[in-house]
């Protein structure tokens, strides 16, 4: 963030509250290189952070009260006591910093109060973790003004126990790490299980390629059914096959599997789908730090196929946007996030990223639907205090 951005931000927050904040916080949201769903499995994900930040300006409090405000949205602050927060009390966006706050009292940390003031250039339901980055800025920020000496795998932890028991939605901790850990010029390679990484470099435009993200404009939601129901069948799955999760089904073994589920095609779908995007997120590793980069691209549309066949997840637009862009000589693409809307990935040569980003945009437009917004995703630093 720039230096004018970041006055802009100061400044909203002391047209607010009437005083300069402590500081200022920055977190990014992220695109999914591979690993679709197999973070609630213990499985293997490749995120990378975007430029696209949330930022926060942030001054503690010692009243138990909890102001916050978003740049935004507008209207005025809201205000919460934090003795009376509470899991699922709060439908609003609030719910996802003052789900941090509620993390962290209810993890022991004696925080009395802030006022925040956010503003976040993370397109919103494209599945982009824009909730959480708003959470990962907070926590960060607050973890800096009470010294709690958290570091970022801890910070990620509470934030996805805030989104999973204060807002209600059931996700992994995928979004949080990516926030909390990632580095500029690396994907970040993340075993969920035990939150083990490795940052591996990941600098396309080195090799004369690029990443494209194609927001479809189709918005999702993780609190909604769908997902959850995707998360209760492969535990139910995990369950039938007697493991802890479907990670401790190797890929050698998944016809085994599939036979003892005969009877239950839905959970077959779903071993399936985690147990070959385990092995396809290995791959790309080997292939990336093989220095074969381009080979990356079979396996992302592999990807999206079995999220399309196996989970079930993509759209007509998000199918629209890969098989356009492969027609159009795209290496891969895939869907990207959680799925039923959102954004996808296309893996091009950069002297190819002009006649991709038209043909995809052409068929939209054929197609009746709503103009994708197209960018690049160049990898980018995680969290971070700006001031």
């Excluded at 494209?126 to 795998?153: H, K, Q």
């Excluded at 939150?195 to 090799?207: H, V």
């Excluded at 197209?374 to 995680?382: K, L, R, T």
Aim: charged share 25%; net charge negative.
């Amino acid at each position: 963030m720039g230096a004018a951005a970041q006055e802009q931000v100061r400044g909203g927050f002391t047209a607010r509250y009437g005083a300069e904040p402590d500081g200022i916080w920055a977190a990014p949201g992220r695109v999914n290189l591979i690993g679709e769903h197999t973070d609630y499995n213990d499985g293997f994900v490749m995120p990378f952070a975007l430029p696209h930040q949330a930022v926060a300006a942030v001054s503690r409090r010692a009243d138990g009260v909890l102001r916050l405000h978003s740049a935004d949205i507008g209207g005025d602050p809201v205000e919460l006591r934090v003795a009376d927060l509470a899991p699922e009390s709060d439908r609003s966006w609030t719910a996802y910093p003052s789900g941090v706050v509620w993390a962290l009292r209810e993890a022991g940390h004696e925080i009395t109060g802030a006022d925040v003031h956010l503003a976040s250039t993370v397109p919103s339901g494209a599945g982009l973790s824009s909730s959480a980055a708003l959470e990962v800025v907070v926590a960060l920020a607050l973890n800096d003004l009470y010294g709690l000496g958290l570091r970022g795998r801890q910070l990620a932890r509470l934030c996805q126990r805030a989104e999973n028991v204060y807002v209600g939605a059931p996700v992994g901790i995928m979004d949080q790490t990516a926030a909390a850990c990632c580095e500029a010029g690396h994907a970040l390679f993340l075993d969920t299980r035990d939150l083990a990484q490795r940052q591996i470099p990941f600098d396309l435009a080195a090799e004369g390629m690029r990443l494209l993200v194609v927001d479809t404009q189709v918005k999702h939601s993780h609190s909604e059914g769908e997902y959850g129901k995707r998360r209760a069948g492969c535990e139910r799955g995990a369950a039938l096959l007697g493991v802890a999760a479907l990670r401790d089904v190797a890929v050698d073994e998944l016809d085994a599997a599939l036979e003892r589920l005969a009877d239950d095609e839905e959970a077959q779908r779903l071993v399936r789908h985690i147990v070959t995007e385990n092995a396809r997120v290995e791959r790309v590793v080997a292939l990336l730090e093989a220095g074969d980069t381009r080979a990356i691209g079979p396996v992302l549309v592999a990807g999206h196929a079995s999220l399309r066949d196996d989970f079930r997840i993509s759209c007509p637009e998000l199918d629209l946007v890969v098989d356009t862009a492969l027609a159009s000589g795209a290496l891969g693409a895939r869907m990207t996030g959680g799925g039923f809307g959102g954004s996808a990935i296309v893996l091009v040569e950069a002297a190819d990223v002009d006649g991709v980003t038209k043909a995809v945009e052409g068929a939209f437009a054929d197609a009746g639907f709503t103009a994708p917004r197209v960018f690049e995703a160049v990898p980018s630093a995680g969290a971070r205090r700006l001031a």
